[in-house]
Nanobody, 127 residues
Framework: QVQLVESGGGLVQAGGSLRLSCAAS????????MGWFRQAPGKERECVAA????????YYTDSVKGRFTISRENAKSTVYLQMNSLKPEDTAVYYC????????????????????WGQGTQVTVSS
């Protein structure tokens, strides 16, 4: 079992920055590929960013490339999402997710592939 707890959401003006953190309770955090997803009202949950077990490869959805950065610290069992140049369309509930990963170099972007989820944190960007 893995428990995930997100933090760092809030209200920010357009152009501002936030850093989301996701702390995991897993004994072997490095065994999990991680992803950040978001869901706005009336929209499907989408993968914003994802990262492999060791952090060697990352994925970003097109709308956040160049603005968001996903990273992880396996020693701290934590994954981060640095969000810069925020736009009103980034407003959503953000969730982190974990999935046991074999092989270790796989990135997962489909929310149905993930078995563990945090409770979500609200990000609101005002114009």
């Amino acid at each position: 079992q893995v428990q995930l707890v997100e933090s760092g959401g809030g209200l920010v003006q357009a152009g501002g920055s936030l850093r989301l953190s996701c702390a995991a309770s897993a004994r072997t955090f490095s065994a999990y590929a991680m992803g950040w997803f978001r869901q706005a009202p009336g929209k499907e949950r989408e993968c914003v960013a994802a990262i492999t077990r060791a952090g060697g490869s990352t994925y970003y959805t097109d709308s956040v490339k160049g603005r968001f950065t996903i990273s992880r610290e396996n020693a701290k069992s934590t994954v981060y999402l640095q969000m810069n140049s925020l736009k009103p369309e980034d407003t959503a509930v953000y969730y982190c997710a974990a999935k046991t990963s074999l092989p270790a170099t796989t990135i997962y972007t489909d929310y149905r592939q993930y078995g563990y989820w945090g409770q979500g944190t609200q990000v609101t960007v005002s114009s």
